[in-house]
């Protein structure tokens, strides 16, 4: 059956403190199809589903939407209660009543036809928090569906689902777009856009640069183009020593329960190594061994030749700085001074300078390493008031105070400008020119290639490929992100 436009959305502008998030972007949905929305992190997917959604309002453009129809969004966070019962959430607000008093009857009766169309055979008493995480997520599609909608936006709905989980909500939106309702679906993973879309649009830098394209039309490296563009390739030849001496990171046959799977690699002094992959590849948890803050299933892992260090303490006290890439929550005391979190770890984790030092040390080795950082701001500023950019520089400083020789980077540059970010990359040079060795990852394929040596690629917990020399750039790196060698969406540690 075919089915008419549910929504039509043109020349759509969209800026934040005058940076263009929407371009003059559009998208048109029809009933009947599961159309997929594209793009690099910062294209402009999220601001044009929150106007679609009605969430925000466009500065510019104008979304019509089909006579009565409804919208629902199922976003990648689920907004759901873990401690409450299925049927609870079902019904947060309007739940059917009797006599004043919940009526519990006419809840079930209204969600079993549609928990049992999604193929969810529970009981709608069952507390959430007690069902995997697939069952969770079909739940809140679930609860969408209850509101009749015409129109299902589903944002990054399989982020964190296993192989079998995908396979069920394959088997979902046949059923939704059978019933002719119009299914818009934000996807990093490609493969998903082969697999269960009818159309495709890619956003790039806040404008459309793929509209509406039938899914038999393109192929994965055709949308990996649209996505980066006609931006030259810069391959970067390193000129870098790497010290000949045994590496101080080496992984060897790593698993982690639902995150990595038998993940071996090696970082030597001197060298920067990155690691990417698209949301929940696993990358981050390698990350996260490096710096003592995942247990092991099986493996070995040797970190400045002291083994496993079984706490962020220990891999402190091992030689390992890590930077978060949420400074805020992780990597500052916002309503201290520059100088008590610059010295905060060498003196807190480290003991350096003894248990009383004297602030006049302190402070003068803040000085050092701000001005090393061009840091704009004196010692004894609070680090709250202090831009962005300047933030990130005291949560490096306070790591370089340690004189790390492993650096472990999450995201460094992320929420800075471009002069800070360039900043960044300096120093990020310096360490490893200095002997660290440098771990780093980045949901920014360019930054990679600028900083990198060679960049280990993750697909569902395993690494599946190597790009180094010639071969670094950021078409390569997203390609190779999209591949599943095969496996599938493996679940990782299965």
Not at 48 to 66: C, K, N, T
Not at 331 to 343: A, I, K, Q
Request: positive net charge.
């Amino acid at each position: 059956m075919t089915y008419g436009d549910v929504l039509v959305a043109q020349k759509l502008v969209k800026s934040y403190g005058g940076v263009r998030a929407l371009d003059g972007a559009g998208i048109r949905l029809r009933g009947g199809e599961v159309h997929a929305l594209v793009g690099e992190n910062g294209a402009g997917k999220s601001t044009l589903v929150r106007i679609l959604s009605r969430v925000l309002a466009p500065d510019e453009g104008a979304v019509r939407l089909a006579s009565g129809t409804r919208i629902a969004v199922v976003s990648q966070e689920l907004s759901l209660f873990p401690d409450l019962t299925v049927r609870e959430n079902l019904f947060p607000r309007h739940a059917p009543r009797r006599f004043g008093l919940l009526d519990r009857g006419a809840m079930d009766r209204a969600a079993l036809p549609v928990l049992t169309e999604l193929g969810l055979d529970l009981d709608p008493a069952t507390l959430l928090g007690e069902l995997p995480l697939a069952d969770q997520q079909l739940t809140e599609i679930a609860r969408a569906l209850l509101r009749r909608p015409g129109l299902l936006i589903l944002d990054e709905p399989t982020s964190a689902l296993p192989a079998a989980a995908v396979d069920r909500l394959e088997q979902v939106l046949r059923t939704l777009t059978g019933r002719g309702i119009a299914v818009l679906y934000v996807t990093h993973f490609l493969e998903e856009v082969m697999r269960f879309a009818q159309r495709v649009t890619v956003l790039r830098d806040g404008r459309v640069a793929l509209a509406g394209e039938d899914r038999d039309e393109v192929d994965v490296p055709e949308l990996v183009t649209a996505m980066l563009g006609g931006r030259p390739e810069k391959p970067v030849r390193r000129t870098r020593a790497v010290v000949d001496l045994p590496p101080p990171v080496v992984l060897s046959g790593v698993s982690v329960p639902g995150q990595l799977t038998d993940v071996t690699f090696t970082v030597r002094a001197g060298e920067v190594v990155g690691v990417a992959g698209l949301q929940g590849a696993g990358h981050l948890s390698a990350l996260e061994v490096v710096c003592g803050r995942t247990a092991l299933s099986a493996g070995r892992v040797d970190i400045g030749g002291r083994g496993l260090p079984h706490s962020l303490r220990a891999a402190v006290r091992a030689g390992v700085a890590f930077v978060p890439s949420d400074r805020k929550r992780y990597g500052l005391m916002v309503d201290r001074t520059v100088w008590e979190n610059t010295t905060a770890v060498s003196w807190l984790a480290l003991g350096r300078g003894g248990i009383a030092p004297a602030r006049a040390g302190l402070v003068r080795r803040t000085v050092e390493l701000t001005e090393r950082l061009r840091l704009r701001g004196g010692p004894y500023d609070v680090v709250g008031r202090l831009s962005g950019g300047n933030q990130q520089k005291v949560v490096f400083a306070k790591w370089l105070a340690t004189d790390p020789s492993i650096v472990v980077l999450d995201d460094p540059t992320r929420g800075v400008d471009v002069g800070v970010r360039a900043e960044m990359h300096r120093i990020v040079g310096e360490l490893a020119a200095g002997g660290a060795a440098v771990l780093i990852a980045s949901t920014d394929l360019a930054e990679l290639t600028e900083v990198c040596d060679r960049v280990l690629v993750f697909v569902r917990g395993r690494i599946t490929g190597e790009v180094s020399g010639a071969r670094l750039t950021e078409r390569a790196l997203a390609v190779e992100m999209q591949q599943t060698n095969g496996a599938g969406r493996a679940e990782a540690g299965s």
